[in-house]
């Protein structure tokens, strides 16, 4: 079965710091691979996307993530964390036999000043 | 930017009362999703919707539940008889094509079933 694994709840980094928001994955096939941000009292916003080509991927607020397929990762990036990142963390992955999205548990980043 | 909506944005409910959860996806977008998320854990898939028909369903998405396109703006999302446990976030989603396209998630209606 498809899954999404989050293994950190909560991640602590100070502002200026570079963070890492862990992801792994299980999945037949290729993966689709997406990175969801959740404000506090809003939906989803999209950040970035693998789908194929070149492992590390550029998104949204400075956001990157690299693809390790041999260690089935997808790990967020960030170089320089801002306060105002602050927010739920969700990874997810495409279903590759049905047209929906499997998401993690989701991982709370706090930005200290 | 063209933004999924959905409304209302809090909806409280008493057990047995029937609730239509409405959202109006990214106009060009051809595919449409419901998904929930449960206070304090994941989000969950529910149900996808392309050419007028149900393509997707979790077991999630009993009888109890019908999606539809009324109008051709419009996707809802319909609960027959609430249970507390439907209590939670309902997300709506659309996306241009199904497959590597992005799906886009509205900001969500806080169902409350008491």
């Known amino acids: 079965a498809q899954s999404v694994a989050q293994p950190e709840d909560q991640v602590n980094v100070a502002e200026g710091n570079p963070l890492t928001v862990k992801c792994t994955y299980s999945?037949?096939?290729?993966?689709?691979l997406f990175w969801y941000v959740q404000y506090p009292n809003r939906g989803l916003q999209f950040l970035l996307k693998?789908?194929?080509?070149?492992?590390l991927v550029k998104g949204s607020y400075g956001f990157e993530a690299e693809f390790n397929k041999s260690q089935t990762s997808f790990h967020l990036k960030k170089p320089s964390a801002l306060v105002s990142d602050s927010a739920l963390y969700f990874c997810?992955?495409?279903?590759?036999?049905?047209?929906?999205?499997?998401f993690g548990t989701g991982t709370r980043l706090q930005v200290f000043p | 930017e063209p933004e999924v909506t959905q409304t209302p944005s809090h909806q409280v409910t008493q057990m047995g009362q029937e609730v239509i959860l409405r959202c109006v996806p990214i106009?060009?977008?051809?595919?449409f999703y419901w998904y929930r998320q449960i206070l304090g854990q994941k989000v969950e898939f529910l149900v996808s919707?392309?050419?007028?028909?149900?393509?997707?369903k979790s077991e999630i998405f009993d009888d109890q539940f019908s999606v539809e396109r009324p109008d051709g703006s419009n996707f809802t999302l319909k609960i027959r008889s609430t249970k507390l446990e439907d209590s939670a976030m309902y997300f709506c989603?659309?996306?241009?094509?199904?497959?590597?396209?992005?799906?886009?998630f509205g900001p969500g209606t806080r169902l409350t079933v008491l």
């Open positions: 999945v037949s096939g290729n993966p689709y």
């Open positions: 693998y789908i194929t080509g070149d492992n």
């Open positions: 919707f392309y050419n007028n028909e149900i393509s997707e």
């Open positions: 997810a992955v495409r279903d590759p036999l049905a047209d929906k999205l499997i």
């Open positions: 106009s060009n977008h051809l595919y």
């Open positions: 989603a659309s996306s241009e094509g199904g497959g590597a396209n992005s799906q886009y």
